[in-house]
Structures are given as structure tokens and as C-alpha cells.
């Protein structure tokens, strides 16, 4: 299994290490630690021995910040998460809030006295992040106090070795460009910055730029590292020798001077005082990057991470490799939906699904010859009430069965060297009440919405986000959620900077995929969520229009479950596009299956009933 139902963080220590943590602040003249869920490359995958915040307070969540003062703590999540830090952090000890409605830089503001003095680790925080918060230190007459250390480290007795998996080359025929050409691509981007070179510190952009995949991280195939990229000249490449087998170290040595991680510090002071002008990404680079350059004599250009564009934007192979991994997915998605059915409620649980899945994955992946190289991330499988914890993971402790008359929420992923695949459905557990089908439906006409979409050059995901919520909205309904995040390819299942959110500001581009996935949650009750990943299509034009428009091309093959339709809540165009997408589902998939599967799937895709008079 690649994955694990252990009880992650542990609620029971937190008051031991909060206190632990508080009698290191007193001894050494602070009033107050912030610790974010964060590494040195300010992602959100981190690896085992940076999961400071989950040590500290129990909270497993992906995105998350805790302060702890001398006489209170307070712990911050966004919505996905407002159930499952209360199940997971002492509530004796940490006060949750929003990390969206009352962030710590103005929590700062309404919570601190003037003279007090906040620390903070520089590697852990973006040079954006220290920018709001000084601001907001500033206002309020606190001293904000970078450390050389992280106090947890000191704490933490028994914190995991840093990761060493090995590299492995990306081959071209996945990749569809040679790393030299996206070097040279990269190094014409520094210049017309007016930067002399740029310091990657996202592993995924590392992993694009050099064609390399590793495995640092759970699930994402990351090789942790940092990279020197220079307008004219050598590039300088930070990765522990130890994960380099002899062709991979070979391979790296064409592309750049490779160096050992510990030297970074220097050799960015170096680079600083003859001059330098060193581009750095404010969302992404770490604090300390910036004081090193800043104190050494050199210059900080503010610009984006060059790789993350053209990561995103995926060319031919990537998207053909795409499609591959989705025909696969949906083949290993509909034996288990198929055996899924003919059990019966009460008799499997949450830990048996998803082991099932895990297994039909790995078989398509043997039967195709392309192996299941991980899950892209702990598959969500949440019965009954657990489905309303949006990014619930089962464990041994919180395992549920699947009961009679419940909704069952199964959001999934691949790891595939030639794609990454992120899919939810849900599904009833014998038959489900009219509301529930009908807030099913409401969801799918959010989700077909954004699959019809057409829409001009420049348009951002913040622009099309209310597209999904729409039905909702009128049934006084919402999601506390984005709707879309983008995906890598053979990467994160999570990729930015493309989004389909309140917050998406970036412009959607032709090759960028993004996830499809409206959703509804009843706390203590069911969760709803339908997920698709799309695919942006060059601008095309429409009869009769002006001008051309980009679409989606829905990239997961794995049909929606008749029994949760309520079609009259569905208008013609939403069935049409319903029974095109069932019958493309059954024309690229069926091939690929057969006997009780292939009978299960061609009754799954057939033609919806429809009223000629809507």
C-alpha cells in the first residue's frame, strides 16, 4: 500500500510541547512563536521531519499556522479544515480561528500589546508572508524577531532524518522537452526581468526545469533541492549527493555545477557581493534568501518563479500522457465501482474501499504496462457524516462502515509516470433521500456548468468560480472550498499558480489543467463532491461570434451515478452534455474492461430519460 491508516499527530501532546516550547520563549526574551505548516521550500508537501506544526499541535491539514504566546495559543485553518482541527488539536490548549477571515497579520493587530516581540523562523515564512506581517507588527508596536534556529528542532527528540530517496531522470517521451531547452528557456526569462539570476525553491519547478522526479514527499515524486539559475553562465544546483545514483549525477552534471545543500548560504552571500541582481519569487522564497542577498550587498528583483508558467501550461506529450492516465484511471475507477455495488450496506468500511481501489489501480497499471507509481495523495473516503469533513482521511481510529441509506464520498488520485490523476464521486450506500439527490444534482449542474464554459483570452479563475455555485446559490447553498486547483503533470496533484477560486487570479491559459469539483457538506450528516480535471483548449470560433474562446476538455473518464439524478432539476443542455460525456466514458473505457465490469459500466453510461418540453 502506498498508503498508511495510522492516526496522524497526536492532540494528547500538545499541552506537554506547548509547554516545552513556552519554556524556551522565556529563556530566551520572546513573547510569542509562530509556526507555520511549512518547509524551507514553502510547499505544500513537506516531508516527515518539517511537520513542525502537526508535531506541535496534532493538526495534520495541509495549510495551517499556530502562535503560541506565553498564556494562550491559537491555531489557524481555512474552511476545508474547521471540522477536523477540532477533532484533532487539544481544545484545552489551542483556540482555532480562520486562517481566511481573521488571518495572523491582522489577529496581530487585535491581539498583541505594543513592546511585545514575535518570533519567527526566516526559512519558514515567504518574503510576502514577513511583508503583511511586519506590516502588521509595525501598526501595532510589536517587534518582529528572526531566528537562526528553529526552537522546535530543539525540542522535537526524536524528529525524522531529512529524506534521501533517489532521482530518477523524467525520460523526453513523457516530458516533451529536453531540460537544456527549458534552461535556456528559463535563463532568457531571468534577463528580461533585469536579474541576474533566480533561485528556485519549488521542488516541482526544480523537477520540470531538469527532468527530474524524486520521492521527498508523500506521494508527490519531488526531489527536495535548490536551484541557482543564472541569465549568462553556469547554473548551480543544491541537491544531497547521497540520493544521486551514478546516471542521474552524470545526467545533472551536463545541466549544471551540482553543489551540496548545507553550501546555499554561501554561495548566495557570494553571488551578493559581486553585484548580483537575484530574482526572487515573494510567494515562494523564503525570508532568509532575501536577508542573505539584502546583507551581502546584492539586490532582490520581485518576480515570479520563471518555471511556473510554462509547468503549468502542459505541452503535446504531457497531454497526451494525460489522457493515457485518465483511460487508465477511469478503467481501475469502474471495477471498483462495480464492485462497490454488489456488496451490501454494513458489510465493508472506509479502510476496505480504499484498499480495493489502491489494488484495481495497480492492476490496470500492469495490465497496460504503465505501473502505479504512488497515490497522488490519501485517498478521501468518507461514509456518512465523515464525507462532510472535506479533507477527511480515514484512519484506524476513525474508520466508519458503509451504512444503509448514507452517502459515500471517495476522492482519489494516481501517480503515473505519464499523468496525475485527481477524481471524486459519490455514491449512496442503499437508497438515498430525495434531498440528498437533489443537492447531488444541484452540484453536478455546478460541475457541468464549468464543463460548457467558453470563455475569452484573460479571463482568471476568480471570474468563473461563481459559474459552479450558481445552482447552490439559488438553493441558498455554498461550499467552502475553491473550485479548481491546477495539477502537474507527473508532479503535484496540486499546482499553481491556475486556479478556479475567489482567489484565482492567474489568467487561464491554453495546456493548464485544473480540477472540476463543486461540492455540498451536511456537518454530522453527508458530504458531497464531484470532481473532474479539465483541460484548457486552444481559443476556437464560435458560429455567429466575435471572437474566439477558449473551453475545457474534461480530461477523467468515470461515470456519475444515476440513482443520485434528479432530472427535472436538470435543463436540456446539462442532459445533453451529460449523455455525450457517459457515452465517451463507455467508448474509451469499455474497451479496457470486460465481463460484469463492462455490464456494470454500459448500464452506468446509458442514455438519461429525457422531456422534449424543457
Known amino acids: 500500500m502506498f498508503q498508511t491508516f495510522d492516526t496522524e499527530g497526536d492532540r494528547t501532546q500538545g499541552k506537554s510541547r506547548v509547554a516545552q ?130 526552537p522546535i528542532d530543539r525540542i522535537w527528540a526524536d524528529r525524522p532524518a531529512p529524506p534521501l530517496a533517489p532521482v530518477e531522470i523524467h525520460p523526453i517521451s513523457y516530458a516533451g522537452e529536453l531540460a537544456k531547452d527549458k534552461l535556456a528557456r528559463l535563463a532568457a526569462a531571468i534577463a528580461v526581468e533585469g536579474a541576474t539570476h533566480t533561485v528556485l525553491t519549488d521542488p516541482s519547478s526544480i523537477a520540470w526545469a531538469f527532468n527530474i522526479r524524486g520521492g521527498d ?21 543544491f541537491m544531497d549527493k547521497r ?12 545541466l549544471a555545477d551540482l553543489r551540496a545543500p548545507s553550501t546555499l548560504d554561501d554561495e548566495i552571500a557570494a553571488l551578493a557581493k559581486t553585484g548580483a541582481k537575484i530574482a526572487l519569487d515573494p510567494a515562494l522564497a523564503a525570508e532568509r534568501l532575501k536577508t542573505l542577498v539584502i546583507g551581502n550587498g546584492g539586490s532582490v528583483v520581485p518576480a515570479a518563479d520563471p518555471a511556473r508558467i510554462p509547468r503549468a ?54 495490465e497496460t504496462q504503465m505501473p502505479l507509481r504512488d497515490v497522488s495523495f490519501s485517498t478521501i473516503a468518507g461514509a456518512g457524516p465523515n464525507g462532510a469533513i472535506m479533507h477527511y482521511r480515514v484512519s484506524r481510529d476513525t474508520n466508519r462502515p458503509l451504512r444503509d441509506g448514507e452517502l459515500f464520498l471517495l476522492d482519489s488520485g494516481a501517480q503515473y509516470q505519464d499523468g496525475t490523476t485527481d477524481v471524486t464521486r459519490t455514491v449512496p450506500i442503499g437508497r438515498p433521500t430525495d434531498e440528498m439527490r437533489e443537492r447531488y444534482t444541484l452540484v453536478l449542474k455546478g460541475m457541468i456548468g464549468i464543463s460548457l464554459l467558453r470563455f475569452p483570452a484573460g479571463t482568471r479563475g476568480a471570474d468563473i468560480d461563481a459559474v ?7 438553493a441558498g447553498l455554498d461550499f467552502a472550498h475553491g473550485t479548481g486547483h ?34 455540498y457538506y451536511k456537518p454530522g450528516g453527508y458530504g458531497i463532491r464531484l470532481e473532474n480535471l479539465v483541460l484548457v483548449t486552444p481559443p476556437a470560433e464560435l458560429p455567429g461570434g466575435d471572437i474566439a474562446m477558449h473551453g475545457f476538455e474534461t480530461l477523467t473518464l468515470v461515470p456519475f451515478d444515476r440513482r443520485m439524478l434528479d432530472t427535472g432539476l436538470l435543463n436540456r443542455e446539462e442532459l445533453q452534455w451529460l449523455d455525450a460525456y457517459h457515452a465517451r466514458v463507455l467508448a474509451e473505457i469499455g474497451p479496457m474492461v470486460g465481463g460484469e465490469t463492462l455490464t456494470w459500466l454500459t448500464e452506468a453510461t446509458a442514455p438519461l430519460p429525457h422531456d422534449d418540453k424543457r
Not at 477511469?330 to 474501499?353: M, N, R, S
Not at 459552479?468 to 439559488?474: M, N
Not at 507527473?490 to 499553481?496: I, Q, S
Open 468 to 474: 459552479a455555485r450558481l445552482a447552490l446559490w439559488k
Open 313 to 366: 501550461t502542459k505541452n503535446r506529450a504531457e497531454i497526451e500522457g494525460s489522457r493515457a492516465a485518465h483511460r487508465r484511471d477511469g478503467a481501475a475507477l469502474a471495477h471498483l465501482l462495480c464492485w462497490l455495488d454488489g456488496q451490501k450496506p454494513d458489510t465493508l468500511d472506509e479502510i476496505a474501499v480504499v484498499t480495493r481501489l489502491e489494488e484495481a489501480r495497480r492492476l490496470i497499471g500492469e
Open 21 to 150: 516550547l513556552r519554556a524556551w520563549m522565556a529563556d530566551n526574551d520572546v513573547d510569542g512563536f509562530i509556526v507555520p505548516r511549512a518547509d524551507e521550500h514553502q510547499g505544500e508537501y513537506v516531508p516527515p521531519c518539517s511537520e513542525r506544526l502537526k508535531w506541535l499541535t496534532g493538526f495534520s491539514g495541509s495549510a495551517g499556522v499556530a502562535i503560541v504566546l506565553a498564556d494562550r495559543a491559537v491555531i489557524f485553518v481555512d474552511g476545508r479544515y474547521t471540522l477536523q482541527v477540532r477533532d484533532q488539536v487539544d481544545l484545552d490548549v489551542f483556540t482555532p480561528d480562520s486562517l481566511i477571515d481573521n488571518p495572523p497579520s491582522e489577529w496581530i493587530g487585535s491581539n498583541l500589546r505594543k513592546g511585545f516581540r514575535l518570533a519567527f523562523d526566516p526559512w519558514l515564512h515567504t518574503v510576502g508572508d514577513v511583508k503583511t506581517l511586519s506590516d502588521a507588527a509595525s501598526k501595532a508596536g510589536v517587534t518582529l524577531v528572526p531566528l537562526d534556529a528553529n
Open 486 to 519: 491546477g495539477v502537474g503533470s507527473y508532479l503535484a496533484v496540486h499546482e499553481g499558480p491556475q486556479r478556479i477560486a475567489r482567489t484565482g487570479t492567474q489568467k487561464l491559459l491554453e495546456g493548464m489543467m485544473l480540477s472540476n469539483e463543486p461540492g
Open 217 to 237: 514527499v508523500p506521494h508527490t515524486p519531488l526531489a527536495l533541492g535548490f536551484a541557482v539559475l543564472a541569465a549568462e553562465g553556469p547554473h548551480l544546483l
Open 243 to 254: 540520493k544521486l545514483p551514478m546516471v542521474a549525477e552524470a545526467y545533472l552534471t551536463q
